[in-house]
Structure formats: structure tokens, C-alpha cells
Antibody
């Protein structure tokens, strides 16, 4: 079973960008889409988008269109989330998750806290 | 839009709990439930509205279709006190409910 390990916490300035990684171990990315889900402090879960590495295609929630880029590198079995134009309300924990079947998030990374502060 | 109720449910250990999730439009049976304990990532409990994920105890059960769904936890154990989210995957974007917290009474 694939396990997901995410990169460490980040502190960013408003207006900057952040790139979070998610490495899959114990398998390849061929069989999965990888989604990214955001959780602001004390809040619920919000799907941001996903990438299907085998096809090189990504889908994004309209809310994040233009600010988010989700990619995957099959050779390193790593997916990436890049979010630009950071604002204080982007402060959140970002999770990656595999989709064993479309839209069902079965394995989750441990989460990466991104703090946006001047 | 996915709407969950109640926001908070106070239950004694050993009792049962029923959580509801309503979709603003039909999502057929493309509905999943997740459990999130404090400081942890969410965990998949149920998909297809009623199919338990691998390793999920039988005390968790899901039902419903269309716009009305229920997660039932029979005989709550200490590790079951957590926040539960429903999520639809019939439409884009994938959307979650706001969560229901099950707390110890």
C-alpha cells in the first residue's frame, strides 16, 4: 500500500509562493491520481485539485484557478502543490491524498503547515 | 453544497451515534465519510455511501443515496471521538461537508 510523506512546515511572506511535495513510497503514481486538500486552522476540508501522473493532466477547483499548480514526477514518485500569491488566509495545513478510485481519498499524507505572515 | 448535522454530538462511550449529510443536489451513491482525530490526517471510513474501507470496524455503517446520507456508529469507543466529514465525488469540484464533531458526554 502506498504511503505518502510530505515536506516540512513553511513560513511565507504575503505575495510569495510555496511549493509542497508529497512522496509516494511503496508504489508508483501510475495507478493513482493525487489530490491536494486544504484545512485552515479549526476549519473543514477543501479540495484544491488533483493530478493524474500517467496522463500528465491536472484538475483544479475554480476557487484556486490561476494560483495553483499541481504536478507529478513519475520518476521520483513525487507530487507537488505550488500556490502563488499567498495571503494570510492561505495559512493552513495542506494534505495530499491518493485517489484509489476517482474522488475517493484513501491514503493521506501527514500534512504540511504553511503559515503566511509578514 | 454538502451540509452536515448536527455540528456537535455529545455521546457517552458505549452509546450509538447517527450523523447526517445532505447534498444540495443528487450525488447518487458517490458519497464518502472520513474521520479526523485531533492533529491527524483524515481517514477514509466509508465510500459508495455504504462500503466500509479496508480495516474499518463493523460498528461503522453508512446508508443513503441521492441527497440524504447517514453515518451510524454503534457502541462508541474512545478512539471514535473525533470529527467526521462527508464528501461527494459525483461532481467537480469534490466537496466536503463542514464536519460533525462527536464528543464525550
Amino acid at each position: 500500500q502506498v504511503q505518502l510523506v510530505q515536506s516540512g512546515a513553511e513560513v511565507k511572506k504575503p505575495g510569495s509562493s510555496v511549493k509542497v511535495s508529497c512522496k509516494a513510497s511503496g508504489g508508483t503514481l501510475d495507478n493513482y491520481a493525487i489530490s491536494w486538500v486544504r484545512q485552515a486552522p479549526g476549519q473543514g476540508l477543501e479540495w484544491m485539485g488533483n493530478v493524474m501522473a500517467i496522463f500528465g493532466t491536472s484538475n483544479y477547483a475554480q476557487k484556486f484557478q490561476g494560483r495553483v499548480t499541481i504536478t507529478a514526477d513519475e520518476s521520483t514518485t513525487t507530487a507537488y502543490l505550488e500556490l502563488s500569491g499567498l495571503r494570510s488566509d492561505d495559512t493552513a495545513v495542506f494534505y495530499c491524498a491518493t485517489e484509489f478510485s476517482t474522488g475517493i481519498f484513501d491514503q493521506w499524507g501527514q500534512g504540511t503547515l504553511v503559515t503566511v505572515s509578514s | 453544497v454538502m451540509t452536515q448535522s448536527p455540528a456537535t454530538l455529545s455521546v457517552s462511550p458505549g452509546e450509538g451515534a447517527t450523523l447526517s449529510c445532505r447534498a444540495s443536489q443528487s450525488v447518487s451513491s458517490y458519497l464518502a465519510w472520513y474521520q479526523q482525530r485531533p492533529g491527524q490526517a483524515p481517514r477514509l471510513l466509508i465510500y459508495g455511501a455504504s462500503t466500509r474501507a479496508t480495516g474499518i470496524p463493523a460498528r461503522f455503517s453508512g446508508s443513503g443515496s441521492g441527497t440524504e446520507f447517514t453515518l451510524t456508529i454503534s457502541s462508541l469507543q474512545s478512539e471514535d471521538f473525533a470529527v467526521y466529514y462527508c464528501q461527494q465525488y459525483d461532481n467537480w469540484p469534490r466537496t466536503f461537508g463542514q464536519g460533525s464533531k462527536v464528543e464525550i458526554k
